[in-house]
């Protein structure tokens, strides 16, 4: 199957962006160093003045203390009360004092470092974006000549809801990045890095064929334990008591309000890891032939990442929830041209992981082939 992939690259095409790279992370690389050592340097005197307010504290004190002996004295040999306003007078001075001055040097100090820090959070995304846009878009491209990368997009939150999998409160938290469109072979491929209360790869590939109903197949929850299980996907939860422990179950046996049956299929290792709910047992079964299981259960095995499929309309929505993130660049004190062949090698494995469940699934040859 033709898929438009190069399996190979040659770095040498990207010297020239390397170097106009490397030329700016010097200079920004530097600013940032020096700020750091500037925050360093203003904690350290922070510090010092927190232990100044101390002792300005103890110091105060201590003058309090004796001027009050002195004015009881004076209070007793002049016999008036007006003499014990002087320790509290004295006492104030002494304390306030070098605590006013003291606060005075922190916060001044303390708003340098939120300036400085914030500098240099700006100059690193300024930098990361720039790898992106420049390098990365190019490493991309050179891996699949019909992918079109946007780092700062992602797939449509209406897509996502679409997929109505993950929990409504997680559906409104959906962001992402890094989305890439084009071809695998045959089929249309939108992909990008996703967050929702959990996090990971998200895609949808286009076979420009309708299906007749709606197949979910989903990483069993039954028999995890994670109190954070019941927060991640759609349904009504079943709680089941073992020992010390619970046990959590979804009825996630819907879609957009269509009731759908469970499938059990023949493939027994497959019904242990996912749960198959379909709107129609014959197209699901159709989908999830003997073959086409044992390639998702390979995948899993592989990368052992919870994966979630649905098929609907045309198109298959899939989540795997790997956490990491995909097609980032190395932090802005990596020097570029030492680090090129990592980065290239990097982004090609990632985009061959994500492929790759594409080929692997082997989904083009197969899934419309007797239709």
């Given at each position: ?89 004295v006492g104030a001075a002494a304390f306030l004092g070098p605590m ?63 997929m109505n999998v993950y929990k409504g409160s997680l559906q409104s ?43 979910k197949v989903m990483t069993r929850i039954w028999e995890k334990r ?146």
């Amino acid at each position: 199957m033709p898929n438009n992939i190069n399996h190979d690259f040659d770095s040498e095409k990207f010297n020239q962006i390397l170097e106009q790279l490397e030329n700016s992370r010097k200079i920004d690389s530097g600013t940032v160093t020096a700020n750091q050592k500037q925050n360093s340097k203003l904690q350290r005197n922070n510090f010092l003045s927190v232990l100044g307010i101390g002792g300005g504290f103890a110091i105060g004190c201590a003058v309090a203390f004796v001027s009050a002996i002195i004015s009881l004295l004076l209070c007793i040999i002049f016999q008036s009360f007006l003499f014990m306003a002087i320790p509290v007078i004295v006492g104030a001075a002494a304390f306030l004092g070098p605590m006013a001055f003291g606060m005075k040097h922190v916060i001044k100090n303390t708003d340098k470092i939120s300036h400085l820090s914030a500098v240099n959070e700006e100059m690193q995304i300024n930098y990361r974006m720039s790898v992106k846009e420049q390098l990365i878009s190019q490493i991309v491209k050179s891996f699949n000549s019909t992918f079109d990368y946007q780092p700062k997009n992602k797939i449509p939150s209406k897509e996502f809801h679409r997929m109505n999998v993950y929990k409504g409160s997680l559906q409104s938290d959906y962001g992402g990045e890094d989305y890439i469109t084009g071809k695998v072979g045959t089929t249309n491929l939108e992909m990008c890095e996703f967050y929702a209360g959990v996090s990971g790869l998200f895609m949808i590939a286009d076979f420009n064929k309708n299906f007749r109903g709606t197949t979910k197949v989903m990483t069993r929850i039954w028999e995890k334990r994670s109190l954070d299980v019941p927060e991640l996907l759609d349904g009504n939860i079943e709680i089941k008591y073992e020992g010390n422990g619970r046990i959590y179950r979804k009825d996630r046996n819907s879609f957009a309000n269509i009731a759908l049956e469970e499938v059990i299929l023949e493939n027994t290792a497959f019904n242990q890891k996912f749960e198959t709910v379909a709107s129609d047992q014959i197209e699901a079964r159709y989908i999830l032939s003997t073959s086409f299981m044992e390639r998702i259960l390979a995948f899993r095995r592989r990368y052992n990442y919870d994966m979630n499929f649905v098929f609907n309309d045309s198109k298959m929505y899939f989540t795997v929830l790997w956490g990491a993130h995909m097609l980032e660049p190395f932090d802005i004190n990596v020097d570029l041209k030492e680090a090129k062949l990592q980065l290239i090698a990097t982004t090609h494995q990632q985009l061959k992981d994500c492929v790759a469940i594409i080929e692997a699934l082997n989904i083009n040859n197969e899934l419309w082939y007797s239709r």
